[in-house]
């Protein structure tokens, strides 16, 4: 354990000066006029360059970690006590480490240290753990699909591993959190947390699941990624996380739909997607391309009403999925998957191959998919990716789960400066401020907080 200052100096010249590791830093300081035993835990956030709502099927997904994290120091206390100070402005939070801990309110930032630390007790058993005093600061902007909250729970996963003298692997710290995570209500597929754990500096990864398998493909010199904020907090939202988990549960109809009809189980539409040569092709004919209502497809399935809510809308913990009104939409949900894993295989190929033109198309094409199959897009998004295909990047697409939050644009280098000056143009000084001005009067910091550039960076560390 280190003094505050022997930390900072740890961290790269950039990080140190950044604001939020500033207040982690000076919020620290108060609590210990001395300064001593800290350690430090970094978690990158990261954004996906492409293969969306593709994880949870077990399929390929394209994300690196961003030089946005999330910054704790931390040190022991004793009999399982978890003190959490923020220094962004959240309210105090203080439990104690068991296997089975309530949770708070549904949205409370705590419910994510929550998470963690009752996943690794019940994980190995520990009876008699050794809890933590956090200090808890970032500057991931919230709600925006660039996983920071996922990037709070490896934090404080990495943080209560250490305090407790737990050696893990980040492989699987990463498979351990994406099923913790489900604590807080959302049903992921492990590539937020992979992410965190696993980036590599200037790779982006080309990650595959059940077992998780990586690879690097580097990232061209020549290229920059570009995120930007649309402002929209959806992600947060409960509207916004059911339809999150209802496109899970369309999937797995359309696997269940898809098995009775060619007389093979298919647990994911990654076994589906196996065992054909052209999955998508195989598709055609065997699920209608319209909404489907709950009694028909459990009619095709052999299933009892409550046979059939059980298994695709039961979420645990007194919780349901709501039937659409319009139906379901298996097809379309399982060709988005299909031919999205596609461009994802095409993506790695053209990015070791340095051709930014194909990458940008197909980010392109993933969009498009991503609105029209999918159907996780909103006006916000549509009109920041049109700001910055306009203003002269290769491609942009909605990044994370949809509804709102980030986009992920590629541009050469050279364009770099013309294409953020666009899409602050077009999008912020322009659509947004016409269409919808309350979100630049509510929006966190400034448009630099929200609109900037990365290259792929380390995964989450524990320093000191």
Sequence with gaps: MARLDDLLAMLPPVRREAPCVRRVFARA????????????VRAPGRVNLIGEHTDYNGLPVMPMAINREITALFRPLPRGQVSLLSADGFRPRVFH?????????????????????????????????????????????????????????????LAFAAVNNLEIEPSRLADLMADGEQYVGTRGGGMDQAACLLGEQDRALRMDFRPLRIQPVPLPEGAEVIIANSLVVAEKSAEAKARYNLRSAECAMACALLGTHYGSEYPLLAHFHAAFEDPAAALEGVIEPRPMKPEEIAGRLAMTMGEFDQHFLDLGKGESLKVPGTGFQPYARARHVLTETRRVEKAQQALTAGDIAEVGALMNASHASCRDDHEVSCSELEALTRAARES?????????????????????????????????????????????????????????????????????????
């Design 29 to 40: 300081a108060e609590c210990d006029a001395n300064g001593g035993g800290w350690r430090l």
């Design 97 to 157: 480490a068991s296997r089975a801990i309530d949770t708070y309110r549904k949205g409370d930032w705590g419910n994510y240290a929550k998470a963690a630390v009752q996943k690794l007790t019940s994980e190995f058993g520990l009876d008699s753990p050794s809890g933590l005093e956090a200090v808890i600061g970032g500057d991931i902007p919230g709600g925006a699909g660039l996983s920071s909250s996922s990037a709070l729970v490896v934090a404080m996963a």
């Design 392 to 464: 002269g990047a290769a491609g942009a697409r909605l990044t994370g789960a949809g509804f709102g939050g980030c986009i992920v644009a590629l541009a050469r280098s050279e364009d770099v400066s013309s294409v953020l000056d666009g899409i602050r143009r077009r999008y912020y000084e322009d659509w947004a401020a016409r269409e919808r001005p309350e979100l630049l009067e509510q929006m966190q910091g400034s448009v630099s907080d929200n609109l900037f550039t990365s290259r792929p960076q380390t995964g989450a560390r524990v320093l000191g």
